[in-house]
């Protein structure tokens, strides 16, 4: 494993979301309305997952985990 390879899902949910957040939604937002459907549906994976984190709901957080990798440009 590189240093930069997820250990564990509590390392992999947080970078996944950062993925999301940070790189796929962006061109979303910039198109502006035809982008909004899938801006809100990401909003709602990134606040499900965030839930999950915080309260350390593995099942959860696995569910999320495969929810947002499904996030492509």
Do not use: C, H, N
Request: no cysteine.
């Amino acid at each position: 494993m590189t240093d930069l390879t997820p250990r564990s899902l509590g390392d992999a949910l947080p970078r996944e979301m950062a993925r999301v957040r940070d790189v796929v939604m962006p061109p979303y937002l910039e198109i502006g309305a035809p982008g909004m459907f899938a801006v809100t549906m990401m909003r709602g994976d990134l606040d499900f997952a965030a839930k999950a984190l915080a309260e350390g709901d593995v099942v959860a957080m696995l569910r999320a985990y495969e929810s947002l990798k499904g996030w492509k440009l």
